[in-house]
Structure formats: C-alpha cells, structure tokens
C-alpha cells in the first residue's frame, strides 16, 4: 500500500485529499475563503480554530452536505464534487459527526443498517461488528438498545459504521468532547491503529493537548481563512492557541488565599427529574467555604441542568437541603436566593440565561433587579438599570455597540462574558456557573476564568459546573465529579491525577468494555 | 423555489407595515369575496370604509364608531397583556358577559332607587363578574394543567346560556310584557350609562378605555409586572430564572383580562345595549382578538386598530343594510384581516430569498 509511512514535512507523491482555493459565504459571512490543506494516507491531520472559524464549513463540504461556491477539492487526484453525503461515502469518505445520530430505540445493529448505502443481511451484519469492533478496540455488542449506552459507547457505534465501510479518509468532529480521558485513551488507540493502516483521518478539536499528542500535522483557520499549516508536535498549546485567536493569551493567574467560613452548605439534595429526558438528583451533599472555587465536572446529561436550577431556586427543594450562611434556603424561589446573595448563571445563554430580543439593559435588570436596587415601588428605574448595563459592558470588555442592542445580536463569547459579568458585578456571596465557557472563544474564556478566580479572591465562593476538565484543573480548589444525578465527594484539586478524574467521572461507565449499565455484558449469546 | 430564511434581527419594518398591509390584502380578497357575491367589490369597500366616516349622515356613524371602538379597546387592552405573557384568554366574550350580568343584576337590584352609589357599585360588581369567569380558566390551568385556550372558549357558551336564563327568568323586566330582558337601565338614571357629551358616543367604557390605555403603556414600560409579562411571553424560562412564578402571572393576567372585558360588558348593558337580553352580546369579545394582534400588543397600536375594526363593525352595518351584503361575509371580512395579519407577519423574522443554484439532494 502506497503512502504507508506518515510523513512529516514535505509531501512527494499525491496526496489522498487536497483542496484547493475553497470558498463559501452564507449571508452576512464568508465561512471560508480559500482554504486550502492537503492530507495524505496514514496522516492524522487537525484542523484548528475558534468557534465559526469555519471548520464545520470545511468538513461539511468535503462530506458533501454543503456544496462550495468556488475551489475545487481532488481525491486521488481526480476531481472530487459530492453532491450528497452518500457520494461521499462511495467515494470513500466517513464521518462521525459531533451530535451523533442514532435511533435510541433501535439496536446497535439496526442503527448501523440504517446509516449504510446497502447494508448486508442481519446475521452477516452482526457477525462484522463483532469481527470490526473486537479488530479496533471498540467493543460493542450488536444486539444492545442503543438507548442503554453511555455517551462513549454510542460514539463507538458511529464509528464502527464508518468503518465498515472501509473508508480512506475518516472525518472526526470534536470527538472526545463527551468521552471520559479512559474513553478518549481507547478512542486514540483505535485511531492509531487506522493511521497504521492507511486510513486519513481529519480530526476536528478544541483540545490542544489532544492535537499535539496525536497529529501529524494541522491546519489552522482564522475567520475563514488558512492562517498557518504546521506540525503541531514543534509547537506548545499556547502558541496554537495564539495561532488560532491571533493574539497573546495571558493565562489566569490566582492569588495565594486562605477559604474563609462555610458559607453554602448542600445535604440530602434530591431532586426528581423534571421531565422524561431529565436527569434525577439524588442526594447531593457539598459544602463551600469562603474564597473557594469548586469545580463539578460531568459528561452532559448527568445531572448538570437540574443541579443548577436546584441551586438557584429554579426548582425548589425542602427548606433544609440547602443553607446560605446558616440560613435555611431550600424552599426559595430565585429572586429571595439573589436578595440573600446566591446568585447563578445557566448553561444555556439565549432564552435562560438572557431574554434573546430583550436589550442588554432589559437583561441586566433580569436578575439586577434587586440586589442593585432597580426597582422602586414597583417602577423600573431604567436609566440606573442602563448604568448597570454600561459598568457590565466595559468591566468584562463585551464588545458592543450599545446597551440597546437585543442580547441574540451579541456572539456567543461576548454575551457569555455580559452574563458571567451580571453576576460577578453584583458581588455575589455564592455564584454557581454552569459551563461558564462552552462555545466560547480562547481569549473570552480567559478572561472568564479570570473573573471568575478575582471573585473568588476577593473572598465569594463559587461553583463551576464544567465539561472541560482542562477549565475545572485550571481554576478549581476543589473536585468532585457528577454522574447521573450522583455527586462523589469533592476532593482537593491539587495533585488529582488524570486517571483518579476520569475514574471519579466514569462512575459505573467503567469506559473499558461494554459494561455500561451492568445489564447486557452478559448478552452474549 | 423561493425559500424563506430566518433573519439575524427582526425586521422593524414589517414588525410596524404588516398591519397595513394586512388591511390593504383584505380589501382586495374582501372585494373579491363581495363581488363573488354578485356585489360591486368597489362599492362594498367604500361602503365599509368611507361612508361611516364621510357620507351624509357621517355625524351619526361617527359616534357609533366610538360606540364600537370603546370596548373594543377596553378588551384588548386586558387580552394585549396576557397574549405578551403568552397565557390565551380567548373567552373575554364570556367575561364580558358575566360583566354585564352582575353590573346589570347589583343596578337592577337597586331599582328605583336613585343616589350616585348605584352606579360605582355596578362598575365594581361589572369588573368582578368578569373576573370571576376569567379565573375557572386560570385555576384550572395552575392545579390540573388544563388548556386555558379551551376552557375559557368554552366558558363563553356556559356564560351565554346563563344570559338567555336570567333575560327569561330571574332579571325579566316585570313591566316587560313578557319579552325577554331586562329593566331597560338606560331610562334608569341611578345606573345609566349615556352618552358623556351629547351624540359622540363617548360614555364611562370610552373614559375607561382611555384610561386603562394609559395604565396599559405605563405598566409595560416602567412596572415592573409588565416587564414581567413581557419577559414571561418571549423567554419563559429566562422569566423563570429572574424569579417570575409563572402561577401568579397566570393569575394576574387572566384576572386583568377578565375585569376589562367584565366592565366592557358593565358599560355596553348600561349604555348603548341598554338592557340585557338573550342578544345582548354581539361577539366585542372575539373581535377584540384581532384587535390585540392588528395593535400588535401595544397599547396605542390597540387604539388604532379599535378605531379601524369598530369602523368595520358600523360600515358592515350598512353594507348589509344597503347592498344586502349577508352578516357572515363581514365576520368573514374581519377574520381575513386577522389571517392575513398572521400570515404576513412570517416576514418579520423571515425574508424570502430566491432559492437559485440551493437544491438538496436525497
């Protein structure tokens, strides 16, 4: 097989995929603008960049779900133009998309039947999965309920698709975004494997570190365009990262400091779930000194969204279960908790955490109202809560033309940073954030993290609920893991080790075999 | 093919033209609609448009559009409030009903006895019928979850038959030679309603709409309950996280609703309807719907479009009496405008683009 050594440097022979001067503009933005990168057999290539730097566009015209405007793209050096994703995949070209799309219902084998151009009959079927999963590391077994499966155990179902099908270049978006670091280490090896093989593999991802580790080489994309092509092994997090934000990244820095007294103290927190898709809470218990930063890390739909509401006053709970400074809170709604200085940030910043057509001044009074003392006799004071407005914008930076813009103008960093700054400006006693830096640029979620450690600093206590585990490691005192609606004890940050948080995390997803919920190991027949 | 795409802003444009533009599609599908009918499309529209306003007895319609404007206006202004929160009183024909009832009942009940308590007492008695209709709705849709939409539509049919019972039975006129209906308490002065200024049709309903317009804008834009209801309508659950409790929004909205179209009802019985009697309501309620969406929610838009559909209402009148148009084609002709309001309104937050070279493949 030709092309079998990864090569590092220059490439002599034709390469599997390049692609040339491709251009795409949507309405209002020009998501690439010809972006070229070449990728040969066996090579591992990243493609890097902030949110809507125009990766998802790459990919999705190389997959065939979105046709360029201009460029054109060669595959084995013939002229490559799918029209439609099964194009692609006869052409020899696989996908695992970051959502995956899978049947709950349905089982392993029907699910991958589903996604193929001409699937063989059922016993054949099951019999390859078998034969490709155990091949890759990948156990899964056929004839499991999709729905059993925990997060890494679906993304195996998606590429065991993909690879039934033999694919030459296999395209992976932010893979181990929902993966447990055990889950992400096999995921690796199945990759290596399949570089060893031949197979190219474009992989999408934000996590510098897992670039370094794996990639062979990386493209970096900035507004649009290609920014710089370089081996990412010759360069350190920092200076990717720089490349893809083009700027200097100062990282957060925190002052030596002492915790102070208990001030938010949770036990016996249960919660039913709210709705079929909800997630239960059963009896959390954490208790949050003065100046400390806890850090609460968790796969998404463990229990993230409901933990929040519990804490906010959202969902309200017995009196007990929750005490602010000695204070009994468990039974108040929002606006009581925010008086008494508890004070929150959803994950969700359109429509939960922000009101998407109300101005930036209507969002500030949401929850401004009343510690910043807004209201009068039942009258809005509108131009304190415009001030208001205005300090938020110019102490966190959100970039702006004004506070009488709708909040769903704004990009998601800069309305992460007025929303993380609305509570952070009211000095709270206790702020808990959920994911207080999803889908937000490198320079916003620095200076988030930041702010949120000057707070902690200045001696409030705060909960970070986070899928990011290299966030929570940064700014965390303390660590505890969330797993379905289980919260193991929280333990000091420092010195954890990788396996210790990915075992904490894992729970019963042990991660190695198919064990996801104890039922269906047995299920062999 | 054209295909619609979401735009980043809404457009201010047809957020404020639609309404025009409604109004102009539905005079010409209004026109096609009369000429179907073998009438003269040209001379329906005029009749429903400009005679009320400019023919020879002009002076006359124009003050029974001020009759039909008020509460209207009255209505929608109560109903403006709970559709921005997203809670759906579409019973207010209900509420103004069970309005005139009890206003009716507590002046009925001082007859013959005059003193300027009688008429207070009605106006309060009036807004509570109304509430108290609103809140079956209400309550239902806090304890047991139930669709306020259709419980209160329903109500209207329950207030309805409770019209025809107390027009046959207990408040029949006793001098009324047995017609149906009650004391006239237009000839009551105790409790009449008349005319403020002689031949405007501008009574108590009309000071009360202006007033509750005012209130209506003031408590949009400063209170903080109308931040509320604003903020309840287009992000509940952000609503949810600033502290709203959705149950008392439920409550406050429904009550609100009701009591206007409780003392909308007060107002008609005491004034122009004069009495109650199994027709005594003519369908404001309903009409009020469009007038809440045609004022696009706001307090002085709501004005506007009370003013147009009550023009409509006086103008269908004459229409039916002069070209014979049938009643029918005239509530058709109001909800075209409804419809079209509705349908227009996609290119607030969507602009149509010409779909060229976008074709998906299977």
Redesign the interface.
Known sequence: MKGMVTMQGQVTEAPLLAVEELSKAYPGVVANDGVFFSIARGEVHALLGENGAGKSTLVKMIYGLVHPDGGRMLLDGVPYAPQSPSDARRAGVAMVFQHFSLFEALNVAENIALGMEDPPPRGALSQRIREVSAAYGLPLDPERIVGELSAGERQRVEIVRCLLQDPKLLIMDEPTSVLTPQEVEILFTTLRKLRHEGTAILYISHKLDEIIELCDSATILRHGKVVATCNPREHSARELAEMMVGEILIPPRRARRTFGEVVLEVGGLSLPAATQFGTALHDIRLVLRAGEVLGIGGVAGNGQDELLAALSGERTTAPGTIRLGGREIGALGPAARRALGLLAAPEERLGHAAAPDMSLTENAFLTGAVRERLVRHGLIDWSRSRDFACRIIEGFDVRTPGPEVPARALSGGNLQKFVIGREVMQHPEVLVVNQPTWGVDAAAAGAIRQAILDLAGAGAAVIVISQDLDELMEISDSFAALNEGHLSTPRPAEGLSVEEIGLMLGGVHGGTTAGGTGEGAHADP | MPIL?KR???SRFWARGTPVLAVLMTMIAGGALFALLGKDPVEAIRTIFWDPLFSEFGFYYRSQILVKAGPLILIAIGLSLGFRAGIWNIGAEGQYIMGAILGGAVGLAFYPAEGWHVFPLMIVAGALGGVLWAMIPALLRIRFGTNEILVSLMLVYVAENILRSVSFGILKNPQGFGFPGSRNLSEYPAAANPDLIEGTGFHWGGVAAVLMVLLAWGLLS????G?QI??SG??P???????V?PDRLVLVCMGISGALAGLAGLFEVAGPAGQLSPDFNVGYGFTAIIVAFLGRLHPLGIVLAGLLLGLTEVGGAIAQQNLGLPAASIKAFQGMLLFFLLAMDVFTDYRL?PGG?RKE??
């Open positions: 795409e980043p802003v809404p400063r209170h903080m309950l931040y604003r903020l287009q992000a659950r952000a609503a949810h996280f600033g502290g409790n683009r070279s493949a299977a």
